[in-house]
């Protein structure tokens, strides 16, 4: 798969029908080069994708997405975001890709840019290999999944 098919198909869950731009395929591109991820380095895609967003570090930085409501802002997302990140290995089985895919969406740690920079963070621990439309289909198979699951991922602000 291409990575602009990749960022085609990604900005099409966010309902985004343009083709993609130069500067998003290069953050796609800079972004799966990095050795390991970091809250900066992913600062830097969410800036490029979703340039008005910020990591939702300070109270107030609340969002709702539909009916979720995701942990309020504070300093703890920076946190929880760390904890989530010990996680991205590119030696990452499918259920730990799942795992940290849902707690990354979840957390939802900037105010925008969070579907776009998840799949990001998925393709990086896939290694960058991603079959054509198993993208779309993985994504949206993973969120009936965490809708319909009777308990819920824990809240790791906890």
Not at 9 to 37: C, D, M, W, Y
Not at 41 to 57: I, K, S
């Amino acid at each position: 798969m291409l990575i602009e098919d990749f960022v085609r198909e990604s900005n099409f869950i966010e309902g985004i029908v343009r083709e993609p731009t130069h500067a998003e395929v290069a953050a796609h591109q800079r972004f799966l080069a990095l050795s390991k991820v970091s809250i900066s380095d992913l600062e830097e895609f969410v800036r490029t994708v979703q340039p008005d967003a910020r990591l939702r570090n300070y109270p107030g930085l609340d969002i709702v997405v539909g009916p979720y409501r995701p942990p309020p802002g504070s300093i703890g997302i920076p946190t929880a975001l760390d904890h989530i990140l010990q996680f991205v290995v590119r030696s990452a089985t499918e259920q730990q890709i799942f795992w940290v895919h849902h707690q990354y969406e979840n957390l939802h740690p900037f105010t925008d840019g969070n579907g776009r920079s998840g799949r990001a963070l998925w393709l990086w621990m896939m290694r960058g290999r991603s079959p054509r439309l198993y993208l779309h289909e993985w994504y949206y198979q993973s969120l009936r999944v965490e809708l319909n699951s009777a308990r819920p991922h824990p809240n790791l602000l906890r």
